[in-house]
């Protein structure tokens, strides 16, 4: 199924030059916002300003081997689900063991 269309479309642009340090400081707070780049910068630019943020040395500290594990976990999260929707059948019990696994990492993340 298809993502429906926007009832505003997206058609304008604006590109702003910055520095290599400019651009790494938008970098890690729009990360330790867990946000893209372009999505953070809309929010900045149009009102999230008022709303406090995490500094960029705070994103820095967080453990890239934490994220790194999610990713992983949610990789094969990823398989299993698509190889039960091709072969129609219940997700295996091991399943419950990954999402534990998951909800743990995640749960990690808070206390850094």
Not at 6 to 30: C, H, I, M, P
Request: include cysteine.
């Amino acid at each position: 199924m298809a993502r429906p269309r926007s009832e505003n479309k997206r058609d304008q642009q604006l590109n702003v030059g910055l520095t290599t340090e400019e651009f790494a400081e938008v970098y890690w707070r729009a990360r330790a916002s867990s946000m893209r780049m372009v999505d953070y910068a809309r929010w900045r630019l149009l009102g999230g300003a008022s709303q406090p943020i995490v500094p960029a040395s705070a994103s820095r500290r967080m453990d890239d081997g934490l994220f790194a594990e999610l990713r992983r976990l949610g990789n094969n999260l990823n398989q299993l689900v698509r190889l039960c929707h091709s072969t129609r059948t219940p997700p295996p019990a091991s399943l419950e063991a990954l999402l534990q696994r998951i909800r743990e990492a995640i749960n990690r993340t808070g206390q850094s």
